[in-house]
């Protein structure tokens, strides 16, 4: 089992950065790889950024140039960096897991991650 726990929502102003973090605990292991998802009310989940274990990292592209993912493999720690941020980004923001999975596929609706965290909200403020 992993158990992952987000941190660092909060409510912002346009423009303004935030830095949410995920401490993974468990079985997790630097063979995993570990994303950040949002979903809006009403809306359906996306995939916002990934990082797999040889780092390699991928966004979508709403969010390129303006957000960073990156990962501490000795605190089993997950970050996403937030800067520039738009109304458009208020959601739900969710960490999750999935061993030995493609950096390529996890974004695709029909993929399901192994392990998800409760989730964080971010809310940004015109």
């Known amino acids: 089992q992993v158990q992952l726990v987000e941190s660092g929502g909060g409510s912002v102003q346009a423009r303004g950065s935030l830095r949410l973090s995920c401490a993974a605990s468990g079985n997790i292991y630097s063979s995993y790889c570990m994303g950040w998802f949002r979903q809006a009310p009403g809306k359906e989940r996306e995939g916002v950024a990934a990082?797999?274990?040889?780092?390699?990292?991928r966004y979508a592209d709403s969010v390129k140039g303006r957000f960073t993912v990156s990962k501490d493999n000795a605190k089993n720690t997950l970050y996403l960096q937030m800067n520039s941020l738009k109304p458009e980004d208020t959601a739900m923001y969710y960490c999750?897991?999935?061993?030995?999975?493609?950096?390529?596929?996890?974004?695709?609706?029909?993929?399901?991650?192994?392990?998800w965290g409760k989730g964080t909200l971010v809310t940004i403020s015109s």
């Open positions: 999750a897991a999935d061993l030995w999975a493609n950096i390529a596929t996890i974004f695709r609706a029909d993929y399901g991650m192994d392990y």
């Open positions: 990082i797999d274990s040889d780092g390699s990292t």
